[in-house]
């Protein structure tokens, strides 16, 4: 059965960092593009960071640039986001997903994605 399974959500102070995790079973994680959603609280979800299984390949939404880093270790079949220099705005669920391809220069679009994680809870707060 194919699963996705994120952790490292929390409770952080702003300009603090977190680092999320979404280990994947059932299927090999570097087969697909995993990406990174998240939702606030009455809003929609949007795209956050997304990594393409072909060459490594990366593109993340403007709000973030600079801040958030998405990566993988195929040996442990996780993919990680690394959150630096977090702002009250950036609390959310925090959502993976698997899909066939990642835009270039874009975030990922949500559409893409059929493979969903359960999510976890990031709130920045002082």
């Known amino acids: 059965q194919l699963q996705l399974v994120e952790s490292g959500g929390g409770l952080v102070q702003p300009g603090g960092s977190l680092r999320l995790s979404c280990a994947a079973s059932?299927?090999?994680?570097?087969?697909?593009?995993i990406g990174w959603f998240r939702q606030a609280p009455g809003k929609e979800r949007e795209g956050v960071s997304c990594i393409s299984s072909s060459d490594g390949s990366t593109s993340n939404a403007d709000s973030v640039k600079g801040r958030f880093t998405i990566s993988r270790d195929n040996a442990k079949n996780t993919v990680y986001l690394q959150m630096n220099s977090l702002k009250p705005e950036d609390t959310a669920v925090y959502y993976c997903?698997?899909?066939?391809?990642?835009?270039?220069?874009?975030?990922?679009?949500?559409?893409?994605?059929?493979?969903w994680g359960q999510g976890t809870q990031v709130t920045v707060s002082s």
């Open positions: 059932g299927f090999t994680l570097n087969n697909y593009a």
């Open positions: 997903a698997a899909g066939p391809l990642c835009v270039t220069g874009t975030a990922p679009l949500l559409g893409d994605f059929g493979y």
